[in-house]
């Protein structure tokens, strides 16, 4: 009978404690993965590691898919009145949010956190997409990347003499578009009507991204920054494009249209010799390519150039003022030095804060694996990503005519100046 | 009087089902069909009445034919075959031949297993260079397909998928529609001399109109309604190539925000769906020998 | 011109015997009958020769051909189902005509035989009509026509009838009998029905638990059962069975049932005395039991008293239950029999008409043994 009384007691301790954990600040975390590789464990990771440093803020990760399908999801949530707290999208998405008034400004978070000072830690290229057509800032950089080259070093080396008759040196990759196309070529190998292995794969799925990278090494961009003055069909990108549907109908050096999550598991496989590929898959190439493999800058035409790619934080309005707080807390803890770097070395990801990089696990790591330092070293050279309203309608104006034209279904003229008009038309009354 | 009492006990017992029904069938019909009269997207936030502008629109707009295309190819093209086997597989499976518990398994286990976790297997199975299907391909000397990654192939990489995880399906409603016919008929057609291809062109076939008819309309509504495979798989691409209208619409609602030219679509798909379920009950209706006498 | 003959046939299907060295003789243009209960294997061995069952041991022979590896088609046979087994989406013409067509019979034969079919079975008029457009009657006689189209040696029935009222089942009945005399063909049909087998069958075969219990003509099935089981199988109602005692009294054998004691005529006693005091079982038909009060001249001895339990009128005869110690007897009595509920009686035995099973199974007649 005691017994029963002590138990009885128990559970109705329980219950108080459970209640007074209620009082707990939730947040509704909504993030992508949109590289290969398992990266939900590492996010799941690090939130328990801040759960347990804030004992009185309980985050709930919420994996949303790859970049398009969580920014449908946010979207959809907030029209539904239901916004998360803290959403990781992709940075080009940013005009949109703000365009269904979804956001709240961090500017007088940054300003408590010490303003310039504060910011100055972070590095300005992944800074670019941070702010609204207002000047205040709405994102907070997070899982950032640039595509990089990625190559195979021991089929350089296989193909050495070859490389070498043509002038190549096996030991380096391409530093510029001409030697893009004929490393590629030499690396080609052919066997009836299989090709056994590819010189080159620049992927599908995100090829305007890539495309992006083209147009800045040829010195042009896709829209200008005020997000409204449309460049898609400037002689330089059509160059860029001559250049891809060459690759890849021409000289069939490169595969048309690879899917994007199933391209690092061909260079992985051994099925190409060289790939464009986010540094965010990096991580996975390390742990399972049975091979030596490098990284590098993409080759320049007129310049080096890139994009910078990834997903921001961003606070959501309509939310309690506590949990605006608790988020911001959040992405602080997110983005701070160590954990910063722990997120690099687990996914590839360039990490955003500078002092990163003098962590000694940081630079014990990158002792280990120099390919690493790449992504971080080419931001010299990254401009902002494109930002528009309408984004995602924009996106497929892009890729639908660049997927024409790579197939071979359209003339890369027409399929520049078909997307051109798509786009000028999503931007209109922006 | 007692009857009429009886009829109206009847209605109200329906009340709530038809309560259901409205709520979330008719009422988002009638909603989706009045709004595919507005301009509703991220840049004009509220409905504005724009008579049948989308409509024009649309009709301008190449995507939208390529889409309707594809939706009406996929239909044609996936519904005979998987009728026809589905037909067959139960046959040989109530005729209880060798194997059968092989062929049970292969059947019902792509039918049971979510939607996207099949995706993901032929995301795998199509992949280009690690793919079985293209090793197979290879095997055999034939060239490797692009598949997914094709505007030539994307399209029948994803009726062949979505055959696969349809069939075992409509097998089993085509093994209830079986349980139906008179297994004497069957002995009385082969002490007749008809062979197995007889037998059932003659007998089954014919009897099994009622369960055809029910499958053929289902096939077509499921098939036109296709949307997880598309979503997981390809996105609807490359360049639109497996572009279909459910998909469309999913892509002008929650992707690009025009809820105007999505209602538009909606309204156009249940048309589409209306109009033939009714064709068909017009042509076939009657026609058909229903076995319970 | 078909025989047919069961050498020694034998079905199992799995652990389980359906039909057991099943050995039969059909000679040309015969009707035979297969009766039994359900369950007894008639009509898996009915099925085995139509080619629908595979034949575990033993032979079946068509005309001296052995048929157990040809294909049904080419047996010359043709059958008749207990559910017609008709084609619904079909006219009865397309149904009479199916299995011709499939035998590649030029059109205008195929036109005249089932014209001519149709007109036997006075279903001409029926031809472009569907089979749920029929009634049960029609139907049957498509099913029939479908088999006659054919023209085949022999004709099985499996059970046709069973799905008419009564009313009807007699009419077809007879209409099949006609048949046979019309057709001059060799016919075997089965049933469960053991007046259809009197009525029908030039020859009955009573099978039970998978075993021919005895082949013969009607008549003498009826008269002579070879087992008890047949004896209780044919007529209706059925044959009355007591155990007795067979007892020797005043130069006589007596049957001995301690409330009841009859004297075995002479003209069977010789075949009996070998079982002078043996106990065994006395059995005497419904039919062969009188009326005390309707019979003029009887032996005295062979009266039995008892009481009246259930009186049952049919019209022609009345059948009474009566009750004679513990045993409970049926009694086929002139229908103006003045027997009162609950209250004693005279019944006559003809004892010329009486029978003695072993008790032993299975049962053997004692006029055999």
């Known amino acids: ?430 | 009087m007692r009857e009429k009492l009886e009829s109206y006990r009847a209605y109200l017992f329906l009340i709530p089902g038809l309560f259901f029904l409205f709520l979330f069938t008719y009422l988002p019909i009638i909603w989706s069909t009045w709004l595919s009269f507005n301009e509703w997207n991220l840049l004009s936030p509220k409905p504005v009445f724009s008579g049948l502008e989308n409509f024009v629109k649309l009709w301008q707009h190449d995507v939208f034919w390529l889409v309707m295309k594809n939706s009406f190819f996929f239909v044609t093209v996936s519904i005979f075959p998987t009728m026809f086997l589905a037909l067959v597989f139960a046959i040989l499976i109530d005729e209880r031949m060798k194997g059968r518990v092989y062929y049970i398994y292969s059947l019902f286990y792509p039918t049971l297993i979510p939607m996207a976790a099949a995706a993901m297997l032929w995301v795998y199975i199509y992949s280009p260079n690690l793919g079985i299907l293209n090793i197979f391909l290879a095997k055999l000397g034939l060239p490797k397909l692009g598949w997914l990654g094709s505007s030539q192939t994307s399209l029948w990489a994803l009726i062949i998928m979505t055959f696969w995880k349809n069939l075992g399906f409509f097998t089993l409603i085509y093994l209830a529609g079986l349980q139906n016919v008179n297994r004497e008929l069957y002995e009385a057609a082969y002490i007749d001399g008809a062979g197995w291809w007889r037998r059932h062109f003659s007998i089954t076939f014919p009897l099994v109109g009622p369960t055809s008819l029910f499958v053929l309309v289902v096939a077509i509504i499921l098939t036109f309604r296709v949307f997880d495979q598309i979503h997981l798989m390809t996105e609807g691409g490359p360049g639109n190539s497996s572009n279909v209208i459910v998909y469309y619409i999913f892509e002008n609602g929650f992707k690009f925000f025009d809820w105007g030219r999505a209602s538009t679509l909606t309204t156009i798909l249940v048309l589409i769906l209306l109009s033939l379920t009714l064709i068909i009950f017009g042509i076939f209706g009657k026609r058909i020998t229903y076995t319970a006498d | 011109m078909a025989t047919v003959s069961f050498h020694y046939v034998t079905k199992r299907f799995g652990n389980f015997v359906a039909v057991k060295d099943f050995d039969l003789g059909i000679g040309d243009k015969e009707f035979v009958v297969l009766v039994g209960p359900s369950g007894c294997g008639k009509s898996t061995s009915l099925r085995m020769l139509a080619g629908l069952e595979k034949i575990t041991e033993g032979t079946i022979e068509i005309d001296g051909r052995v048929v157990n590896n040809v294909h049904p088609k080419d047996r010359d046979i043709a059958m008749v189902f207990q559910n017609y087994a008709l084609y619904p989406h079909m006219t009865v013409y397309k149904n009479m005509a199916f299995g011709l067509q499939l035998r590649r019979f030029p059109k205008s034969e195929v036109d005249k035989r089932v014209h001519d079919a149709a007109e036997i079975l006075e279903i001409s008029e029926l031809l472009k009509r569907k089979p749920r457009e029929l009634s049960g009657g029609q139907r049957q006689r498509v099913a029939v026509g479908r088999a006659i189209v054919r023209k085949p040696s022999v004709f099985l029935f499996d059970e046709p009838l069973s799905n008419l009222d009564a009313k009807l089942r007699v009419q077809m009945r007879g209409e099949i009998l006609k048949l046979h005399h019309r057709l001059q063909s060799t016919i075997i049909y089965v049933t469960h029905d053991q007046i259809e087998a009197m009525t029908m069958g030039s020859k009955i075969v009573i099978m039970n638990a998978g075993e021919i219990m005895q082949v013969g003509e009607p008549i003498k099935v009826y008269d002579s059962p070879d087992n008890m089981f047949v004896a209780g199988f044919i007529g209706s109602p059925a044959m009355n069975f007591l155990e007795v005692k067979l007892i020797s009294k005043d130069r006589a054998l007596w049957v001995d049932g301690g409330e009841f004691c009859l004297p075995i005529p002479d003209s069977k006693g010789q075949k009996y005395a070998q079982h002078k005091g043996k106990t065994c079982y006395f059995g005497i038909r419904p039919e062969h039991m009188y009326d005390r009060e309707f019979i003029k001249d009887y032996d005295p001895r062979n009266v039995i008293k008892a009481r009246v339990d259930l009186i049952e009128p049919v019209g022609s005869f009345v059948i009474l239950q009566i009750v004679v110690g513990k045993a409970t007897i049926v009694a086929q009595v002139d229908s103006h029999t003045r027997a009162v509920l609950g209250e004693e009686m005279d019944l006559v035995a003809d004892m010329e008409k009486m029978h003695l099973f072993s008790t032993d199974p299975p049962h053997l007649s004692l006029s055999i043994s």
């Open chain 1, 1 to 430: 009978m005691k017994r029963k009384i002590f138990w009885v007691g128990a559970l109705m301790v329980l219950f108080l404690f459970s209640s007074t954990a209620s009082a707990k600040v939730k947040l509704k975390f909504f993030y992508p993965v949109g590289v290969a590789g398992p990266l939900v464990k590492v996010i799941n990771g690090m939130v328990e590691k801040f759960e347990s440093e804030n004992p009185d803020i309980d985050v709930e990760p919420v994996y949303a898919g790859n970049y398009n399908q969580t920014m449908q999801k946010v979207q959809t949530a907030v029209l539904g009145g239901n916004p998360p707290d803290v959403a990781v999208v992709e940075i080009s998405e940013l005009f949109s949010l703000l365009q269904m008034d979804a956001l709240i400004p961090l500017d007088s978070y940054v300003e408590r956190e010490g303003g310039k000072g504060f910011l100055a830690d972070f590095y300005p290229g992944f800074l670019g997409n941070a702010y609204g057509r207002d000047g205040k800032i709405y994102g907070f950089p997070f899982q950032r990347s640039t595509p990089i080259l990625y190559w195979n070093r021991d089929m350089f080396r296989a193909a050495g003499d070859k490389l070498k008759a043509a002038g190549l040196d096996p030991s380096r990759p391409p530093d510029n578009w001409d030697e893009l196309v004929e490393y590629s070529k030499i690396l080609t190998i052919r066997e009836g009507n299989q090709t056994k292995q590819y010189g080159l794969i620049i992927p599908g799925g995100w090829n305007d991204w890539i495309f992006e990278a083209f147009s800045r090494q040829n010195g042009s961009q896709l829209l200008k920054e005020d997000g409204l003055t449309v460049t898609f069909n400037s002689p330089e990108n059509l160059e860029a494009l001559k250049l891809w549907v060459k690759l890849m109908q021409e000289l069939q050096t490169c595969p048309v249209l690879r899917p994007w999550n199933i391209t690092p598991d061909d260079f992985i496989g051994g099925v190409t010799a060289m790939m464009y590929y986010s540094t965010g898959g990096m991580a996975k190439i390390r742990k399972t390519a049975k091979f030596d493999w490098g990284a590098a800058f993409q080759p320049k035409r007129k310049q080096y150039g890139t994009p910078v790619g990834g997903g921001d934080f961003h606070i959501f309005k309509g939310i309690p003022k506590e949990n605006q707080d608790a988020a911001w807390t959040f992405a602080k803890f997110m983005t701070r030095p160590d954990m910063a770097a722990h997120w690099s070395i687990e996914s590839g990801y360039v990490a955003v804060n500078k002092k990163s990089y003098d962590l000694p696990e940081m630079k014990a790591f990158l002792e280990k694996f120099p390919q690493m330092t790449v992504a971080r070293d080419q931001l010299k050279y990254a401009y902002p990503k494109m930002m528009a309203v309408n984004y995602q309608l924009i996106r497929n104006a892009m890729t639908t005519n660049l997927d024409a034209a790579l197939e071979g279904t359209k003339p890369p003229e027409q399929a520049l100046e078909d997307a051109h008009k798509l786009m000028e038309e999503a931007i209109k009354g922006s």
